[in-house]
């Protein structure tokens, strides 16, 4: 454990100062919440049944577990970069622990995008959106998120270890745009048909977003929905556990014997 605390360390100080040497991609992967919280805030607001600051008070919650989810995006594609680079192949090469590659990046992830929050958040207060439910709760819905990016994370790991192609991790990782689509992080599922409802609450995505709803104060949890969605917070730890619980020893393993 202690050599994959040190080799771990070693990877996230790797992964950090990737991401500083490239602030491009950095500024854009925070800026676009934002522009997506003033987008859908004030042009989709106006069309729905909970419009204006109701609707981006709704809105943020969901926004929040939307950039979460990002993280399958992001750990695909920095994975298969490595991957296509040779750069994993030479890791490999190393006495280190063979957890300590993706660890260092699933950590280093997690750094950037607790920092990156803090902007999305303070824009949020300025459209009206308000923490209702207590600091103790607000506190445990930020945890809830991080676990989340964590989780999906990776899962992004595994899939680009797997396809070890830059272009491809792309084109897959923009796919993943849809994931939050089929969800409540932007609208509620109370009115979608019978069987889409279905899937919308069963996408891990509507029980973090509820969840996370719930603990700011920011809406009830809806009548009649799944059990991920109608018990918000342990469904999202269910979901949770069960990912990492799969993703983990499949990138590990993944990492560890390459192509074989």
Partial sequence: MSMLAYDGTAMLGRQLLRMRNNPG???LTQTMPISMLLFFGYVFGSALAVPGEAYRSFLVPGLLVATASGGIMAGMFQAAQDTHRGVTNRFRTLPMSRA????????????A???????FLLVGLAVGWRVEGGVPAAVGAF????????TCTWAG???GLL???????????GATFLLPLLSSAYIPTNGLPGWLRTVAEWNPISAVATALRD???NAPVPDGAAWPVAHPVAGSLVWCAVLLGVFVPLAVRRYAHGER
């Fill in 113 to 119: 995008t607790a920092a990156g929050t803090v902007p």
């Fill in 215 to 217: 603990l700011f104060g």
């Fill in 157 to 159: 790991i595994y899939l």
């Fill in 163 to 173: 396809t070890r192609n830059e272009e491809a991790a792309g084109q897959l990782g």
């Fill in 25 to 27: 991609l950095l500024v």
């Fill in 143 to 150: 945890a809830l998120l991080m676990l989340f990016r964590f």
């Fill in 100 to 111: 300590a590659v993706p660890l260092g990046q699933a950590a280093a992830d997690l750094v």
